[in-house]
T-cell receptor, first 110, second 119 residues
Framework: RKEVEQDPGPFNVPEGATVAFNCTYS??????FFWYRQDCRKEPKLLMS???SGNEDGRFTAQLNRASQYISLLIRDSKLSDSATYLC???????????FGPGTRLSVLP | SAVISQKPSRDICQRGTSLTIQCQVD?????MFWYRQQPGQSLTLIAT?????????ESGFVIDKFPISRPNLTFSTLTVSNLSPEDSSIYLC????????????????FGEGSRLTVL
């Protein structure tokens, strides 16, 4: 079993749609969680950190369920510019143990 | 945010040769990281570049193939040696974000990557 697994995708959705991505992780000792966004031929960039209480940033909502070892990302009112690959990232500690999921590709269609 | 400069941004190399990638960051950081992203794949950590000591390599990566230098706190190089077509990939330099210049926030910043094609 891979350490971090994500929905295989790709997701093709119309503008304005709501889309949800799921991620599971196997290391129960994981401490911090992130969603990164990677545009085609670009480097990954942090979209948002994921906190135990859940957090929201505009149209983006992230949830963490430690008991189920599950992370989600919800995007509301999708824009064309949201088209990218979304990477679930789990860190075992505040050192170097970042593990990247395989990514879920999103295409928002006009 | 951090500014991370990598060069070359891309290169095409012959098998059996080596390529050295340079990474410059704009702040002094304890740890810099080198990642590989093979075509259509996610990121895999190659090693952590430590200043003043040898790099720490992840399982499946060895120093002879991926020698790393870290002469100071803002600069590192990764060499991919004895190239084969399987080494064709994007290599990314990374550092961890610092809050107040001290505390790791757990966020990674990446350079724009070096795209290597081996013929």
């Amino acid at each position: 079993r891979k350490e971090v697994e994500q929905d295989p995708g790709p997701f093709n959705v119309p503008e304005g749609a709501t889309v949800a991505f799921n991620c599971t992780y196997s290391n129960s000792a994981s401490q911090s969680f992130f969603w990164y966004r990677q545009d085609c031929r670009k480097e990954p960039k942090l979209l948002m950190s994921v906190y135990s209480s859940g957090n929201e940033d505009g149209r983006f909502t992230a949830q963490l369920n430690r008991a189920s070892q599950y992370i989600s990302l919800l995007i509301r009112d999708s824009k064309l510019s949201d088209s990218a690959t979304y990477l679930c990232v789990v860190n075992g500690d505040y050192g170097q143990n970042f593990v990247f999921g395989p990514g879920t590709r999103l295409s928002v269609l006009p | 945010s951090a500014v991370i400069s990598q060069k070359p941004s891309r290169d095409i190399c012959q098998r059996g040769t080596s390529l050295t990638i340079q990474c410059q960051v704009d702040s002094q950081v304890t740890m810099m990281f080198w990642y590989r992203q093979q075509p259509g794949q996610s990121l895999t950590l190659i090693a952590t570049a430590n200043q003043g000591s040898e790099a720490t390599y992840e399982s499946g990566f060895v120093i002879d193939k991926f020698p790393i230098s870290r002469p100071n706190l803002t600069f590192s190089t990764l060499t991919v040696s004895n190239l084969s077509p399987e080494d064709s990939s994007i290599y990314l330099c990374s550092q961890m974000a610092l809050a107040g210049g001290i505390t790791n926030t757990g966020e990674l910043f990446f350079g724009e990557g070096s795209r290597l094609t081996v013929l």
